[in-house]
Every structure is written in C-alpha cells, then in structure tokens.
C-alpha cells in the first residue's frame, strides 16, 4: 500500500544512491590525499612527514576507525598525548580562575581584619596618651600584650590563646594596676594582689563591659578567622583536585573524539554536545563527587558571611575597643572606693605604704584620671579602603557562583567552540547523530557510560580526602555560626574537654570555680543561641563630643553600643542566662560578706 507509483520510487532511488555515492566519494577524496591532515597536523606543532600522503589500510590503529585512514598508530599515539593536554586545559583554566578568585578573596579578607586589629590598636594608643597621659604610658605594655594575644587568636585560633582566659588575665592585671593606682597610700604584697585578681569576677570592678566585650570579641573573631580559613581552604582543594590526572581511558577516549576526525580526514570536525558531556562525565566522574560537599561548604560559607555583616560584626567590635575598654576603666574609677572597700573586707586590711608617706601625695601619683572630651575625626581607615559590606558583598556573590562547580564542569567545556551543535557532528565513528542517551554525573552512574571504561570500585583517594577535608570545614563553619570555635578540638582526643563543659551546665553550680584563676567562670552555652537573623541587627555606635565624659559624677557614659531591634540584647539573653543565673546564685551564697550591689 503506497501512494507513490512504483516509478516515483524507482527514481527517489537512483537520487538516493547517488546522495550517497557522492558523500562517500568526497570522503574518499579526502582520504586519498591527505593533504588537509597534513596542514592541521603540522599546524598542532607536530612533524608533517609523519603524515601518508594518501589515505593507508588503518587496520593497526588501536582507537579510531579502523579502515582506510589518514593516521598511522605513531600519529595516533602522538594525538592521543594531545588530547590528553586538550582536555585537561580547560578545566585547569576554570580551577586557576576559581583558585585566584578565592586567593584575592582570602587576601582583601585577611588585610581588613589585620588592618582593624592594628588600627583598633593604634586607635587605643593614641586616645589613652591624650586621656591618661603617664598613666596609660607606664603601663601601655599591658594593652599592647592584650592586642598581641588577640592576633595571634585571629591567626592560629583557639589552639594558641584561650580567649575567654586571655581576657580574663587582662581584667584582672588591668585591676590589680588601677587598684595600686587608686590606692597608694596603701602597699600590698603579691600574695595580697592575688587575692585581688581572684576576685575581680565578682567585685566586677569594669560593670559590665568584659563580659560584653567577651561576647563580641568571640562571636567577631570565631566568625573572622573561620571564615578566612574558609578561603584558604577553597583554593587548596581546588588546587588539589585540578591536580588529579586523567584515567587512560579518559584519555582515549578524548582521542577519539578529538582526533579521529582527522584519521578520517574531517579535520575540522567536531564532536556533538551529547557525545562530549559523556566523554567528561566520564574523565570529571570523580570530582563530580565532589559537588555535595562543595556545595554544602558554600552554603555554611555564605551563612557566616551573613553573620560578618550582622551581629558578628568584626569592625564594630575591634573599632570602638578604645571606647569600650576606656568605659570600663571610667567604672573601675567611679566603683573605686566600694571595690577597695570590698577587697579591704575579703583580703584584709593593707598596711600603710612608707613610701607614699614619707614623699608623695595622692593628688601626684593616684589614679584621677582626667577625661577630656574626646574626638573620634582623626580615626585612621583602614588601608583596604573598603568597609566589611562590601567586601562580604563581594565575597557572597563569589561564592554564590562558584556553587556546582564541580558537577557542571562537562557543561562548561562542552560548549562554544568546542562541539558542533546540531546533528553535523562527530559522534565517535562517523559524522551523525549522537544516539546514545547523556548518563548523569558522578561515579556510580559512570557504570552505563558508552564512551568512557570507568571502575565505580575505585573512588579516586585524592578526592575522596579532599571531601573529608570539606566536610570538616563546614561543621567548623557552622560552629562559628553560632560564635564556637571547635577548629582546634578535632586535634585533641575526645570532644569538649576544658572549651566545652565548663560554666555552669554543672548540675551543681560549683562555687569553688569562682576563685580557680585557670578557668573562666561563666561559659556560654553555644548550642543554645538564638538566631538575630532577620534585619542583620548591625552594631552601630554613637560617638561624638563628649562620649568620655570628664570628671566623676553620676551621668553614664552616653556611649554605647546600640542594636537595632535589641537583637543583641536578646541574644545575650540567650547566650548568658545560665551563667548568670549561676553568678546571681553564687552571689547569694559564697561572697555575701562583700554585699555587692545587683
Ligand atoms: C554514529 O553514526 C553512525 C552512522 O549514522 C551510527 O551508525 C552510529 O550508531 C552513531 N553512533 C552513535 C554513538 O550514535
């Protein structure tokens, strides 16, 4: 049953075979004379003599076509290191790019933050010489230990310097030299100072700035020096895994689909997009794996980035420390006597000094200090010239991309010049529709993979190592989500130890721990934070004339820090109730004779 009449047929026939004939003849052309091989042979840098002047019997070639053929088996090899160099370039081009990004990225970080400490540093210099002259200058040492200590908590972390012992050790030392100061007349031996410095928690000499600062300074730095180590971390990996080498049947099959045409005398014929990506998915099925992970660790790297901006604001804690440890110092003036009176009733009484009677008054040498108003205009800015908004701006938007990067990586390079789009294409034998179907990315589906032989058994090591590697990285990362620093536990055996448990989870609200000097009495809770999510509460602080007011008196210190919708105070809720309802606790109980105010 046709519509056609048998002549019809007989003569769509003859133009079908002569179609044909036709095609297989202009191949044929080709391959008798080889000379467009030759051309793009010699064009790859390699020796044209190597090329036959005509198409010879390719029945020795191991992977193109066997047949009449332009290549011979040392052409094929040659070609084969060729296309072994051809498909690595492109992606090592994408992991240089992606690896220098980051690196800069890593750089304009770490710059900002140094500069910060630095500029916090220089800031605090300046401001203390104006506003306690001698006084400041004689003991300037401690500061700069303190600042010392705090780089080197941003640079090696929590392995190097506990923080919140760190800043315990500066209150106490920064007490027992304001207490001498304010107490002259007086002479105490080290025994007696001891028992000052132990007592600094609950005389609380500096209100409440230590334990503000300590929130902040942790959450700040946990969440800087996380999430630098973060962009370091990404260029190593990436480096890594660019490292890792083709597999010898990647490698021929890039061959084949690169360099076949040529033995066939195609020369400039490409592959088709389908027959290209099975080819990579193949070569790339190891660092395909990587994609999860990758992206997990993105995800927690764009959380924290959220966290910089927000609450955990790296400059609006490290700008404004002058500010706020010269707050604490005007409290330590005005409690001056009632923490005198305090340690005087819980050390004892001091003996007169000898020295202070026989040549110096109070007015000379006491502490009196003289608060001028103090101008915040000639702040230096930080040389990176740019505000942490913009870089995590930045960074975010970096990172963002960068997702999927492993897994579209076939994509990538099977594109543009690469293939030929449409059915006019090298399929691997012939130039026509590639009929297999595209199998997915990753190794286990590499198991139906026509163009590339891959062993799913044999998970590459290197990137098997690098996904743990990120998978680490990420829970620090989300540790530092929540201000914890857990990068340095994983060296020690077992988990927690002296960072974790201490405080006041103790079912028992110890009260001995208050006078142990080696460890800090109220620990936050981390798993209990809330999250000062919407809005980014930022911190933002109120300076101007006057922030330091002159003299003693009743006013408080219009400067403060401020936070938007109260999130900080809602967080400290959260982060410090325990320890405080365990410091209100131990207040009642182990130092009533000191009867300190609320
Ligand atoms: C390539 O094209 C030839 C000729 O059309 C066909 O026989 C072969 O199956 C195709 N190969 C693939 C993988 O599609």
Same mark, same amino acid.
């Given at each position: 049953a046709t519509f056609f009449p048998p002549s019809t047929l007989l003569v769509l026939c003859v133009v079908c075979t002569l179609v044909v004939f036709s095609v297989s003849m202009t191949a044929e052309q080709k391959l008798k004379n080889c000379n467009e091989v030759r051309a793009a042979y010699s064009s790859k840098g390699f020796n044209v003599n190597d090329v036959p002047n005509k198409g010879v019997n390719g029945a020795s070639l191991k992977v193109c076509p066997q047949g009449f053929s332009c290549c011979t088996v040392e052409m094929e090899e040659k070609l084969s290191q060729q296309s072994h160099t051809e498909i690595k370039a492109p992606v090592s081009r994408l992991s240089t790019n992606l690896q220098s990004t980051f690196r800069q990225r890593h750089d304009h970080f770490d710059k900002f933050f140094r500069e910060l400490l630095k500029n916090a540093e220089v800031s605090l210099h300046s401001m203390f010489v104006r506003t306690y002259g001698m006084m400041y200058v004689q003991n300037a040492e401690l500061f700069k230990k303190f600042f010392e200590a705090l780089t080197r908590y941003y640079v090696s972390g929590g392995a190097a310097v506990n923080l919140d012992s760190m800043l315990s050790d500066f209150w106490a030392d920064l007490l027992e030299r304001m207490f001498r100061l304010v107490n002259v007349q007086y002479e105490f031996t080290d025994a007696y100072m001891e028992c000052v410095s132990r007592h600094t928690e609950q005389l609380q000499p500096f209100g409440d700035v230590p334990r503000k600062l300590r929130i902040q300074l942790t959450r700040a730095f946990v969440a800087a020096r996380t999430f630098v180590r973060g962009l370091t971390l990404m260029p190593e990996v990436v480096n890594k895994v660019s490292m890792v080498s083709a597999s010898p049947s990647c490698v021929r099959a890039s061959m084949k689909m690169l360099y076949c045409p040529y033995c066939s005398g195609q020369v400039a014929l490409k592959p088709c997009q389908n027959y290209c990506l099975n080819v990579l998915r193949g070569c790339l099925a190891n660092q395909a794996d990587l994609d999860t992970e990758w992206n997990n660790f993105l995800d927690a790297m764009l959380s924290l980035a959220e966290r910089l901006e927000g609450p955990f604001n790296f400059e609006s804690v490290m700008d404004p420390i002058d500010v706020k440890i010269s707050e604490a110092i005007m409290n330590m003036q005005e409690n001056s006597m009632q923490v005198s009176q305090k340690v005087f009733q819980g050390c004892g009484q001091p003996k007169p000094s000898k020295a202070f009677r026989s040549k110096r008054s109070i007015k000379d040498t006491g502490f009196n200090g003289r608060f001028r108003p103090y101008s915040p205009d000639a702040r230096p800015t930080t040389a990176a010239g740019t505000s942490l908004d913009r870089l995590t701006t930045d960074v975010k938007?970096?990172?963002?991309? #960068?997702?999927?990067?492993?897994?579209?990586?076939?994509?990538?390079?099977? #594109?543009g010049e690469r293939i030929a789009p449409g059915d006019e294409c090298w399929n691997g034998t012939a130039k026509s529709r590639y009929e297999s179907v595209v199998i997915g990315n990753g190794l286990a589906n590499q198991v139906s993979n026509p163009d590339v032989d891959v062993d799913i058994t044999k998970p590459d090591i290197v990137i098997r190592s690098q996904i743990a590697?990120?998978?680490?990285?990420?829970?620090?990362?989300?540790?530092?989500?929540?201000?914890?620093?857990?990068?340095?536990?994983?060296?020690?055996?077992?988990s927690g130890g002296e960072e974790s448990g201490s405080g006041c989870d103790s079912p028992s609200c110890d009260t001995d721990m208050y006078f142990s000097t080696t460890r800090s009495p109220v620990k936050p809770r981390i798993d209990s934070v809330g999250s000062p999510s919407a809005g980014g509460g930022r911190l933002t602080r109120k300076r101007g004339a006057g922030a330091l007011r002159a003299g003693p008196g009743p006013a408080r210190s219009p400067l403060e820090i401020k936070v938007a919708g109260q999130e900080e105070e809602e967080n400290d809720q959260n982060w410090w109730s325990e320890g405080e309802n365990c410091q209100r606790d131990f207040k009642k109980t182990?130092?009533?004779?000191?009867?300190?105010?609320?």
């Open positions: 938007k970096k990172l963002k991309h #960068a997702k999927k990067f492993w897994s579209t990586l076939p994509e990538t390079v099977c #594109a590697v990120l998978k680490e990285m990420t829970s620090w990362l989300k540790a530092a989500h929540s201000g914890n620093d857990i990068s340095f536990e994983t060296d020690e055996d077992g182990a130092f009533r004779t000191l009867d300190y105010p609320p």
